[in-house]
């Protein structure tokens, strides 16, 4: 067989530098993204006493934030499936999430910071939708799973998980938890005009059968046992996600008897420990199939809560071994939002698809769990939250058993 002419050879060896340009680019934003929506649970140990907040009304304020996440996702996806400006919304949203992020260290009561995350979160909605259907539009089908991993887990898991905890609580000691929201905003204003210079737009694919311009899309989608499923486990996985973000930084703190600096070194070794997870899980499910890995993760994900729960005092040796087993489960999330759905659809409607799961996860699961989650915790203790993780992971498992395999290396077997 002959060598690839040069022409061929450096067309290629561009296209690939430029596949890892657009996945580094899109995990650092959307790493910068999650830091911010994360920065609150991180501070509520400095915010809830100034503030006053129950525990409760720190679940309605995670809530609050998921629901015009949620909206801002499934109007996004569908608009950005209409006009092809997928760059463009991703600037805009880039921009306006970051400047949305300041508003809440200006609050003063309850009332305004929920409505600084409402904001804010209608502002972030739309960028991990658009961010994985530009992946899907760039990389090879025989990586996407690692590719999608890596954007959607890999920057998130650095930035947000892993310095998120350690470099929030440190500016909130040194300057205030006002001023830490404040610094928080700056990063996303670089990486919106990085995107801007970097990032091209792919070409539309056919638009043959465009369900996403007709009132049925959503059903229709639904209807696909596979769509379902993902829609599902996704919304315990925000569920689970959302649930720990909030209650975990308090529980450690009020109950197992934490500092604040010690609290967020073990926060952040969930973040340490999902770096690896990041591209070992969607990787390994690229070879050994979505399902297995999936039902396997969504299984170790028990033991982070369990490993809290079932142990005492302020040693954190234990914490960290949990921490570590459990950040296991964080690899399923690009499976079941972005993955697993992309192989399942036309490409015309993969913006609309990724929509819906993310969407949908993030109003049902990302609203409904920390309310629930945060009621039980001012009636039951701060352990009852941690007792719902057990069960959300639980049933991640359960439903992974019922997907189709969509890997294209183990469906060609």
Request: net charge positive; hydrophobic share 55%.
């Amino acid at each position: 067989r002959c060598a690839p002419s040069g022409t061929d050879a450096t067309s290629m060896s561009e296209r690939k530098g430029y596949q890892w340009l657009l996945i580094l680019l899109l995990s650092g934003n959307f790493g910068i993204v999650f830091f911010d929506r994360n920065a609150f649970s991180f501070l509520t140990p400095f915010i809830q006493p100034e503030l006053g907040l129950s525990n409760f009304q720190i679940g309605l304020i995670a809530g609050a934030f998921s629901f015009t996440w949620a909206l801002a996702g499934l109007g996004v996806g569908r608009l950005s499936d209409y006009l092809g400006r997928r760059k463009l919304i991703l600037v805009v949203a880039t921009l306006v999430f970051s400047l949305a992020s300041a508003l809440s260290g200006l609050a003063g009561s309850f009332l305004t910071l929920l409505g600084a995350r409402l904001l804010m979160g209608m502002a972030e909605g739309g960028i991990m939708p658009i961010s994985q259907t530009l992946i899907v539009a760039e990389v090879d089908p025989g990586r996407r799973g690692l590719a999608q991993g890596i954007t959607q887990n890999f920057g998130a898991n650095i930035i947000a998980n892993f310095l998120g905890p350690i470099v929030i609580v440190a500016m909130a000691a040194a300057w205030g938890w006002r001023n830490a929201f404040y610094v928080a905003a700056l990063p996303g204003l670089v990486m919106g005009a990085l995107i801007a210079w970097l990032v091209r737009d792919p070409p539309m694919p056919a638009r043959a059968a465009t369900a996403a311009e007709r009132g049925g899309a959503t059903r229709a989608l639904l209807a696909d046992r596979t769509i379902l499923l993902c829609v599902l486990i996704s919304i315990l996985l925000v569920a689970y996600l959302v649930v720990f973000a909030a209650f975990m930084p308090l529980y450690l703190v009020q109950v197992r008897g934490l500092d604040k600096q010690a609290m967020s070194y073990v926060l952040s070794s969930f973040g340490l420990f999902s770096i690896a997870v990041a591209i070992l899980v969607p990787g390994a499910s690229d070879f050994l199939g979505r399902k297995p890995v999936a039902v396997i993760a969504g299984l170790l994900g028990i033991l982070m809560p369990l490993g809290v729960l079932l142990t005492q005092g302020t040693s954190t040796a234990p914490l960290y071994l949990s921490f570590a087993l459990g950040s296991i489960l964080s690899g399923v999330f690009p499976l079941a939002m972005a993955t697993i759905p992309s192989e399942s659809v036309d490409p015309a409607r993969t913006a609309t698809t990724l929509s819906l799961t993310m969407g949908l996860s993030e109003i049902v699961g990302g609203v409904c769990a920390p309310v629930i989650a945060g009621w039980f915790a001012d009636h039951q203790g701060l352990a009852a939250p941690l007792w719902i993780m057990v069960g959300l992971s639980l049933a991640v498992a359960l439903l992974a058993l019922l997907l189709r395999e969509t890997a294209p290396r183990v469906v060609a077997l």
